[in-house]
């Protein structure tokens, strides 16, 4: 039986699809076993990123300093750029401020005539202090953690100032939150 015309080609062609169906099965199952068993990129706990010069801050007024910042997210690296608002308190100490207003996010900027932080969407006023002067902002802008070392000014993470005593606590980053009603949305109480 094995002697008749086309059991070769039989054989040949058998073979052949069964090898094509391995190697699709394979190139599916490499990426997929990479995902699982590889881990991504871990991101640097204490990442200090060089904002600017301490000389070029005036002691009067913030400043808006722009930066490159990397960021890390599994196994994609993007840099983008990034700003602060810095205001020079003494010779070796800064403070710095989200330029995000803490209502809707718009932009803030600072307002040389009435000095003060303004968002111009919707009115929120906010002073050096970055605490609310006026406006519909629910809490104060958010600081960066900031340092001074050989007469760089380094940033770090954001911090957001709890409203009701001014602590500083650590801002959940925007891909970790998740939206839970707070406990004075379930009173019935807008938040």
């Known amino acids: 039986m094995d002697n008749q015309p086309g059991s070769n080609r039989r054989g040949f062609i058998e073979a052949a699809i069964h090898g094509m169906g391995a190697i699709i099965t394979a190139a599916l199952a490499l990426p997929a ?7 991504g990129k871990s991101r640097k706990k204490d990442a200090w990123i060089e904002a600017g010069d301490l000389a070029q801050l005036d002691a009067k007024a913030p400043e808006e300093l722009v930066f490159r910042r990397t960021r890390v997210d599994g196994w994609k690296v993007t840099s983008e750029k990034a700003t602060a608002w810095v205001m020079k308190i003494s010779d070796q100490q800064v403070v710095a401020f989200s330029p995000t207003c803490t209502h809707l996010g718009c932009a803030v900027h ?6 003060n932080f303004l968002c111009p969407c919707h009115t929120s006023a906010f002073g050096k202090d970055g605490k609310v002067l ?5 809490r104060p802008l958010d600081r960066l953690q900031a340092k001074v070392e050989n007469g760089k000014i380094y940033l ?12 500083l ?6 891909w970790t939150e998740r939206s839970v009603p707070s406990t004075s949305a379930s009173n019935g109480e807008n938040a």
Request: proline share 11%; aromatic share 6%.
């Open 169 to 174: 606590c650590p801002k959940q980053r925007a």
């Open 110 to 115: 600072w307002d040389e005539k009435n000095n």
């Open 134 to 138: 006026s406006g519909p902002a629910p």
């Open 33 to 39: 076993a990479a995902y699982l068993l590889i881990p």
């Open 156 to 167: 770090g993470e954001i911090e957001a100032l709890r409203a009701g005593d001014g602590h």
